[in-house]
């Protein structure tokens, strides 16, 4: 089993990293302090006082809620998206991209999809304006809930105690 310094986890989550350690982080076996340093790293770049405990992406994390526990999605400026539970996507901002004018903003005339077989909808912090997903649905598609986390499961796998309030 390998081990990795928090430096090199830091370098990995800012994608600075070179490819060759990166291609060897992601294939063997994972060092057991690989969950916390990686908390770690994601925590010293956040200025609120919620505890990390899972990257939903790159700018949303999933945190112990200072002053009740409760776990709430956050975004990186310290908004609450709400429970874990339920779909953070439901508290953003939506900008739907289902004409072929919105499409053309960010591909080239007919290479993009038929806006009446897909569309695109941008998640985005209605505080910060970070875009927080896209998702590529056809257009009568409900608003996709990607991820609903068994934190039990987790952390008695990664050997941690759980939270209070999973
Ligand atoms: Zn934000």
Request: hydrophobic share 35%; proline share 5%; aromatic share 12%.
């Amino acid at each position: 089993m390998s081990s990795y310094t928090k430096q090199e986890v830091k370098q990995l989550v800012d994608g600075t990293l070179a490819w060759d350690t990166v291609h060897q982080m992601i294939s063997m076996p994972k060092d057991a302090d690989r969950y916390k340093l990686y908390m770690e790293v994601i925590q010293d770049k956040l200025s609120y006082k919620h505890k990390v405990i899972m990257a939903l992406g790159p700018h949303l994390n999933l945190a112990i809620r200072d002053g009740d526990e409760e776990i709430h999605a956050f975004c990186d400026c310290g908004k609450d998206f709400g429970h874990y539970k339920g779909n953070w996507k439901l508290n953003a901002n939506i900008y739907v991209r289902d004409t072929a004018e919105k499409m053309d903003q960010v591909y080239p005339r007919l290479m993009s999809p038929d806006t009446s077989w897909q569309v695109y909808r941008e998640y985005s912090c209605p505080d910060c304006g970070t875009m927080l997903d896209i998702e590529a649905p056809t257009p009568w598609y409900m608003v996709m809930h990607d991820v609903k986390p068994d934190l039990k499961t987790f952390f008695e796998w990664v050997g941690i105690k759980a939270p209070k309030k999973i």
